[in-house]
C-alpha cells in the first residue's frame, strides 16, 4: 500500500514541480505539495540548513534523517541569510546551485528556500513536520523544544555525520593557501627588494 502512495507522490511531484521534480522557490506552492503528500497520508519530514560546499557528512545526515518519515522536505538557507550570519564571504556555492545539488541527492525529496526576512521558523511552521531534523550543534534550549512541538510531532537531534564540517574545510583551505602564498612570495619579494637596493647602490 505505501509502494503505490509513494508511486503516486513520485508522479506527482514530477509532473508539478521543476529542477527534476524537487525544489519549491514559492511558499503557497509548497503549502499546498505538504498538503496533498499529508493527504497520502505521508509522514513529512523536515530539516533545514546553508548546506554550502556538499560534502560527505550532508549526504549521511539526509539518509539518516528520510529514516523518520516518508517524505524528506528540506529547507536551503539564502544567500543572504547566509552572508547576515557568517559574514560577507560565504556562502561559497550561490543557492540556486546548493539547491540543485540537493536535488541530487536520492533521500531529498523536496527543497524549499529559506529567505533572510522570513519570520523565526517560518518553514516550521509551514511545514508542520511529523518529524522535525537537527544536529545536536543548533542546541535548542528547552523552552525553545516547547514551543517547537506546538507545530512539530517531535524533534530529533542528531550528531554529526561526518568529522568534519563546511567551516572547518574552508579554514584549512585558506590556511593552505596562505601557505602556498607565503612559500612562492617570499623569494620573490626578496628578489624584488634585492633588485631595488641594487638599483638605489
Known amino acids: 500500500m505505501k509502494k503505490k502512495v509513494q508511486e503516486k507522490l513520485g508522479a506527482f511531484i514530477e509532473s508539478e514541480l521543476m529542477l527534476g ?6 511558499n503557497k506552492r509548497l503549502k499546498e505539495v505538504i498538503g496533498h503528500c499529508k493527504g497520502l497520508g505521508l509522514k513529512i519530514v523536515l530539516t533545514q540548513g546553508s548546506w554550502d560546499m ?3 557528512g550532508h549526504a549521511r545526515y539526509m539518509q539518516e534523517a528520510k529514516k523518520y518519515g516518508d517524505l524528506l522536505v ?15 564571504e560565504r556562502p561559497i556555492v550561490p543557492q540556486d546551485e546548493r539547491m540543485e545539488m540537493i536535488t ?9 528556500l529559506k529567505e533572510l526576512h522570513d ?3 517560518h ?8 518529524v522535525l531534523i537537527a544536529t545536536k550543534r543548533q542546541g535548542y534550549s528547552k523552552e525553545e523544544l516547547k514551543e517547537l512541538k506546538k507545530y512539530c510531532g517531535k524533534v530529533v537531534m ?4 561526518a568529522t568534519t564540517s563546511t567551516s572547518a574545510k574552508i579554514r584549512s583551505m585558506q590556511i593552505n593557501t596562505a601557505k602556498k602564498l607565503e612559500r612562492s612570495l617570499t623569494p620573490k619579494l626578496l628578489k624584488a627588494i634585492e633588485e631595488v637596493i641594487a638599483g638605489v647602490k
Do not use: F, N, T
Not at 521534480?21 to 514559492?26: A, E, H, N, T, V
Not at 528540506?74 to 560577507?88: A, L, N, Y
Not at 518553514?123 to 511529523?130: A, E, F, R, S, T
Not at 542528531?158 to 555525520?161: A, F, P
Open 21 to 26: 521534480g524537487k525544489s519549491i522557490l514559492d
Open 54 to 56: 556538499i560534502h560527505i
Open 74 to 88: 528540506v529547507g536551503v538557507d539564502s544567500d543572504e541569510k547566509i552572508k547576515s550570519r557568517k559574514g560577507p
Open 104 to 112: 541530487h541527492l536520492r533521500h531529498v525529496d523536496l527543497v524549499a
Open 119 to 121: 519570520p523565526k521558523w
Open 123 to 130: 518553514m516550521i511552521k509551514l511545514v508542520c513536520p511529523d
Open 158 to 161: 542528531l550528531e554529526s555525520q
